[in-house]
């Protein structure tokens, strides 16, 4: 999933708001343009407490800048265009944090920097989904006076409509599953397209009681639904434009209807986009989204040195992919301590590291996979990932910091400059009866630091006598068909696999479920679990995730697993991925939310009016 | 004459068939053999069996490879529909097929696309021509002259720098340090033409230093085939004066062959300059079909392909017709 | 000049014709007499800027010849990674220019610090390896097409001119990109490594022939009606005898002249696909590689960029004024 970045957590394991040491430069609010018109005081200001002077990460810690003023254009920059605009379509993490511009579903992310944005917390809906039925059955109500661009009122059966169109999958591929897999039970229902049903809700799963209330029917309990509801796949579509052929299906990526405080005015995939506020948003309606400037522009398709230098010469004000700026650009902000004080290294909430799969015959014996986790010298890796500020902290675990329940624990010490312990891997080696070495593969994509990574393990492994070819594969199809098909995998021999993952929403079944769980290891492709985990141990925790509401059992579960996946040696984790991120100065409400990882595009505005 | 014509354009149409049924056959039978699913990557990280159907309903990829060329080909000729469910699509004539990432229609693509490319098509063989004829027109007028054997050497140099590294050395220089001209950002000629050429400008340049060099080469060593000849010595005989000479008899045969030379060249341009385009990232044919290279977009490929291999031909064509009205020696059997 | 001028793909050369429906004037003129390779290379001793050329040519094979003897005397070798030169926050080299040292002649890469020398050896030897096979490959392949087109004629002549056409007609780079990343990693046996080397060789000198094919046709239709072929055939000679023992030994002038102008023009091929990131795999080095990897840092180790690109300039410009010698050897009309 390393190209998709995801969802991330937090906690509610209180990373405290290390509330500004120098609150008092908080906000260089300029001379103000308008003023906030209608009730909207960004509630991401928050009052004051959460503000923070700019400086370096500042921005992971409050908000910096935190301003009402209102006007403007936010010029956004992107290297490529959205895997897909149609929210039911999208999976990129970037793609979701910006669908808050515009699509609003019954639950979303508090817009609170830090791990409160991790909170999911009522947007169309009036209060969080209410349980019974014994966990199987939850029903929300709607608020009033929400519409659609068109001045529509939205209802719950246009909720139900978007639910439906997730199970078009022939049609609207390419979006999570989740909510599929979880309301179909059996029914196969075709989606809302061969629908039989007159006004096209069949689907058996969910019922709409009247236009104000819904209710899911689930077949077993599910501790985070409140999360899948946050996504944008569970977001209200209008049946008139999605049923009609011009406007509808896999067009509707061109033509998204609003629900949200921007509507988009123009789209040209890879070049621009281009939002403008949506005069039948009602801010009275929102406590999570916000409008401050007057226009929207995303430029796309800009090469990625060029979209930096952009960035840094004020002639953007941040990117959005988010994936942190290139090495020259990281050279120069580290370099420049003005640039430096807009600039943040936000935990993306990704963790690096290598699939060591157990089906590859010279992976196969666990001692070989202990050679390999020893042999590693983990600081070229995070060098070849961009260092300690453009790349990431060290990791010794699967489960990343950010994730509610982890905790810090190092199975295979590296020695104390964390560049390999050779002699314990030789000791393996020895164990596993190859006291000469192996030869294996390395797969990686052919773009962006995958090659760096593959090229600094093969160095470490060779030090060993471990013989790894690198096998560089297209990026586009390396998730989903080289390394997502276990029979490839085991076809091409690629015993190690250079892989990234952040979890779908912050919780832990929402990052293990797809990497750790044995019965979701998906043989026709897309599979997500490389190592080809199957653990009794990490199933039975899984289940226990998504059955209790405990916090302390679900933080339980996170460690029962990382530590179980550790001690299989499965996987090999060399950092807790990092972004370097700058935003324009005049950028005003600048924070990283955790529910992303990454700026929360939708609170910011800009202070010079332009 | 139009016998000739139809015949050369009869052929042209066969080497673009070739052409089409090659790139097709390699770029949908590759995948097969390698054992990667055209359905799969479009589907992305989530590839369920019905997810998989529909796209290759869509893409028609459920038809066999034949039948698949026969519709593209049909393409060329009339509009296609695609019917899949609600999703009905016509393709208007001429129909290059869909994208498989963001379900665009490859023409659509294209003609979005292809300003950009016209655009460095137009402008920089305008410099190459200049500057190279010229600058082997001097050189050849006066052979072994210092001017000569400069030019030559900074020709020959040129012809030697790999044109990236041309491209991305002037970009560092002129636009990162010393901020002469501002970041490349192409803008259409319509909507502001000296941005326009403002954007363009380095493109051309680096583009049109390598061809510079190589007619500035060329210009030279035929000049001086030419000046050898005997009705060149005729003329001088006669008392013209040098100019007429040099302008009116020698720079005749010379003009035919650059002409040649250039329609080639410019036809192989309009297909989209890979290089050049995504050093700079403008976003012409050849980075269309470099990213969708990297995204496996099997139709953007090949509307690409066939679309610069359609220029070339029709560059020949039209250079074949030149070269005879200009040449009449030139015999057309 | 190239077979990648620029890149668009057409194929031309300042000594040769320009494709036309019938080349009624074959361009390198006049190569009659059998002594001609003889004088020619006595022509070539006596060119001092050729022969200077030359010794650089020399050097650069003899590098990638035995790189591997020189790799221990190159900080050891193009793969081994010095972490300890490298700033971890900046991921540059530390010290001056690149990490220049007693042990680093040219400096260290960033992120790695492997030796930036070695590294330029060991893309030396991929670069020479693949323009040399390609052109070898272009040359065979283009000779056997102009001599069927250009002696028997005909039909043949028709079927050899339109697959000529057809391979014209391609646009090469993209066409290469695309077929290099739709490869599987290994396939035929080839690791990943040689399977790019000999894809590169065949996509390089598997389009480059046609072009050399119109040239050797143009040559053969000349020679065809040349007396001294009539007087052979009059003899009794098979056309086998004539073709090798009467047309080909004319053709070495055009093949001389052809192919030492084509390595140059390779090497720039094989550097543009490096760099568009479809050339020599990694970890392995390329000139074209390093200088994509390099553009990352232009800004604060300029050295990265301009070590490659000098390389590349000074290879394929020796190569250059080589092959011009060559030509001027054989045609001194044509020359300086």
Redesign the interface.
Known sequence: MSNRRSKVAFAATSVVLTIAVAACGSSSSSPSSTKTSGGVAPTTAGGDQGNVAAAFNAATKGVVNASTTKGGTLNLLATADFDNLDPTRTYYAYSWDFQRFFTRSLMGFDSKPGADGTKAVPDLATGKGVVSNGGKTITYTLKDGVKFQDGTAITSKDIKYGVERNFAQDILPGGPTYLHDMLDEGQNYPGPYKDTDPNKLGLKSVQTPDDKTIVFNLSAPYSDWDYIMTLPSAAPVEEKFDQDPNTGGAKYANHVQSTGPYEIQSYEPNKSLVLVPNPNWDPSTDTIHHQLVNKVVLTEGLDSDDMDKRLLSGQGDIEIESTGVQSAAQTQILRDPTLKKSSDSPLTGFTRMFALDQNVPELSNLDCRKAVEYATNKVDLQTARGGPIGGGDIATTVAPPTLPGYQSFNNYPVGSDNTGDLTQAKAELAKCGKPTGFHTNIATTNKGKGPKVAQALQAALARVGIQADIQQFDSSSYYSTVVGTPSNVHKKDLGIIVAGWGADFPTGFGYFSAIADGRKILQSGGNSNWAEVNDPAINAALDDMTATTDAAQKAKDVQTIDHALMDGAYYLPFTYDKALTYHNPRVTNVYITNAFGMYDFDSMGVNDGK | MIAFLIRRIIQAVTVLLAVSLITFGLFFLVPKLTGSDPAALFAGRVTNPDALNGIRIKLGLNHPLLQQYWDYLGGFFHARHFDDGPDKTTCSWPCLGYSFKNDLSVGHLIADRFPVTLSLAIGAPIIWLVTGVTVGRISALRPRSMADRASMLVALAAISLPVYFTAAVLRLFVVYDWHWLPDINYVGFTHDPVLWAKNLLLPWISLATLYAASYARFTRASMLDVLNEDYIRTARAKGLPERTVINRHAMRPVGTLIITLFGMDVGALMGGAILTESVFGLPGLGKLGYDAISQHDLPIIMGVTILAAFFIVVANVVVDMLYAVIDPRVRLS | ??T???????L?D??GE?????P?TPAAKAIEGRSLTKIAWTRLKRDRVAMTAGCVVVFMCLLGLFSALIYPHLGGGP???H?DL?D?????PTGTAGGVSAQHWLGVD???GRDIAARIVEGAKWSLLISFASTVLTVILGLVAGLLAGYFGGWVDSAVN?LM??F????V???G???V??????AFGL??LWLHVVLLILIIGGFGWAYFGRIVRGQVLTLREKEFVDASRSLGASELRIVFKEIMPNLVAPILVFTSLQI?ANI?AE??FS???VGI???HASW?GM?NDA??????DPAY?FIP?IA??VT??AF??FG?GVRDAFDP??G?
């Open positions: 000049m190239t990648l001028p620029g890149d668009a793909s057409t031309h300042d000594f320009p494709s036309t429906p019938e009624g793969q081994l990674p972490s490298i971890g926050n900046t991921t540059l960033p992120t790695f339109w056409a057809v014209l007609a391609f646009p780079v993209l066409f990109i695309a077929l990343s739709g490869m599987p990693t290994t690791d990943n140059p720039l550097a543009a760099f568009l990131g795999p990694l970890p074209g200088l553009l990352n840092y232009y800004e604060y960029l690109g590349i300039f394929v410009l250059n004024l011009d009309k044509a300086r």
